[in-house]
């Protein structure tokens, strides 16, 4: 009964994700700026799945991002313009190079396992760039349409489309997140990120496990890029960029690692925090933001959703 409570939505979730449907028809014209962030919260989810339950350190995971983003946009340009089958090949695309890439990698550990993920990410970048013919090298793929979701709604300029798009997406990857989390095989790999040894001792074939989460994370993270790619209608080296490695981990320090939640809340907060900065200074916008991050490390070392949950249990707790 424990164990089945855990899937079922609070007042928290109903009041977040209503929240979020709520922004829609509050900040019309905020929509563009309100789906980069869901898309980023995706992104950031996929990377929380790795790092923060897993414990696999990575300074690429923009490779799978980059991966999904050239998926659907040459699934757009050659097979169908249909916006789910792109989504579908990007995170199939995505899952293959991190199944691929895992099974090389993820025996190491510690800095030897950071350096591998960011050479990976970097030689791909290397290889879009020089691979004009398949990913048109610095100009990226462009011209492409996609066809109006399910056959009724099509994306316009405003993204009142592309933000329901985007949301529904990241609603959809949170609860199979919360579920696998919660699930025998998530509780089994928080334990190998707890003490590796111990569990291989037990028996659990550590390797597998760590192998299945980093594929998983890496579909999620490439389904982040197809939508990217879909709704901006470009796919670049840009979105294997090593900055775009960088921020999304900036993300999720900012809003809590290991923690659901934390990865939205902190994807949500460094794209809203980020516009407002480059709109009040667009030369030093970054001074503002290391402040930012240099505050959350200081003062919320749990990031912003830890805090939240801190304050909530002293103002809880009688006296």
């Not at 460094?270 to 030093?284: G, K, L, Q, T, W």
């Amino acid at each position: 009964m424990r164990r089945a409570a855990s899937y079922l939505p609070s007042r928290y979730d109903l009041a977040l994700w209503g929240g979020a449907l709520l922004a829609f028809f509050l900040f019309p014209k905020y929509l563009s700026l309100a789906t980069t962030a869901a898309i980023m919260a995706l992104f950031a989810l996929s990377l929380d799945l790795a790092l923060g339950y897993g414990g696999i350190a990575t300074l690429g995971h923009a490779a799978f991002f980059g991966v999904g983003a050239y998926a659907a946009a040459l699934c757009a340009l050659h097979l169908s313009a249909e916006p789910l089958g792109g989504l579908a090949a990007a995170g199939g695309a995505a899952a293959v190079a991190g199944l691929l890439s895992g099974a090389l990698i993820l025996r190491t550990r510690g800095l030897t396992l950071m350096m591998l993920t960011l050479a990976i990410a970097s030689m791909l970048q290397e290889f879009a760039t020089v691979a004009k013919g398949l990913t048109g090298g610095d100009d990226g793929l462009s011209g492409y349409k996609i066809a109006p979701l399910l056959g009724l709604f099509r994306f316009d300029l405003a993204s009142r489309t592309a933000y329901l798009y985007s949301l529904a997406v990241l609603l959809a990857a949170f609860l199979l997140c919360r579920v696998i989390v919660n699930s025998p095989f998530g509780l089994t790999v928080q334990g190998i990120h707890q003490n590796p040894v111990r569990m291989r001792l037990l028996g659990v074939p550590v390797t597998l496990r760590l192998l299945t989460l980093y594929t998983v994370s890496a579909a999620l993270a490439g389904v982040a890029g197809g939508l990217t790619a879909q709704v901006t209608g470009m796919a670049s080296v840009d979105n294997l960029a090593f900055s775009l490695s960088g921020n999304v981990l900036i993300m999720l320090v900012l809003g809590g690692v290991g923690r659901l939640y934390g990865a939205i809340c902190g994807a949500v907060v460094f794209v809203i925090f980020s516009d407002r900065a480059a709109a009040i200074d667009p030369f030093n916008w970054l001074f503002a933001l290391g402040g930012l991050m240099i505050l959350v490390v200081r003062f919320a070392p749990e990031g912003l959703v830890g805090l939240g949950q801190t304050l909530s249990g002293r103002w809880r707790r009688p006296g």
